[in-house]
């Protein structure tokens, strides 16, 4: 399970502010020329239309790291696209206007351990090995930032299992949302 041309690690992680270990689960920051076919893979699985590609190349320097491939011979089959909110991002995610067609520096932290939340705005997997490492990742990084929380809209039944099962989400009331809350706020409600 690895990605054939996976980034230099040092520099994926020290630039982005995502862990070492997001790295070793076999994904790596997309390169421009991944980013069609990532945003393809993400439409097909989840069946829906996806932020146009101008605004997910935007997004990528806004916050290098959000979004993230798995590659198999040389075929993005995975894709994590996770987006590290500011608190103005947060609030428009939780009052349904957050709009990722014109991204701005507003909504978006410029790394992962700025982020004040963090949304998963696409997960999608072809094949087992791909499905391994974009959850793997998916955990990882909700391992590496507990005190923040991680939103996440499915859009699948087995997506939902995976941020249930593995993340431990629930229900945003009122919403289409899910959240893992931040660990302050579980001990906080303990």
């Known amino acids: 399970m690895s990605n054939s041309r996976l980034h230099n690690v040092p520099s994926f992680t020290k630039r982005s502010g995502l862990p070492d270990a997001v790295a070793a689960c076999g994904l790596a920051m997309v390169a421009s020329g991944q980013l069609s076919d ?30 993230l491939v798995f590659e198999s011979k040389n075929v993005v089959t995975g894709v994590l696209g996770v987006l590290p909110l500011t608190e103005a991002g947060l609030r428009r995610l939780l009052g349904g206007s957050l709009e990722l067609t014109d991204p701005r520096r507003s909504i978006v932290a410029n ?48 997506g939902r299992r995976v941020l249930v099962e593995r993340l431990g989400c629930v229900a945003v009331p009122e919403s289409p949302l899910m959240v893992s809350p931040a660990a302050s706020a579980m001990g906080a409600a303990a």
Do not use: H, N, W
């Open 38 to 67: 990532a945003r393809r893979l993400a439409e097909q699985a989840m069946g829906r239309s996806v932020a146009p590609l101008s605004a997910l190349r935007r997004l990528t320097l806004l916050a290098p790291g959000s979004i």
């Open 111 to 158: 790394t992962f351990d700025q982020a004040f939340a963090l949304y998963a705005m696409g997960i999608a997997a072809v094949g087992k090995d791909a499905a391994r490492a974009v959850v793997a990742g998916v955990v990882r990084l909700r391992e590496a930032f507990p005190e923040v929380a991680f939103y996440a809209r499915p859009v699948t039944d087995a």
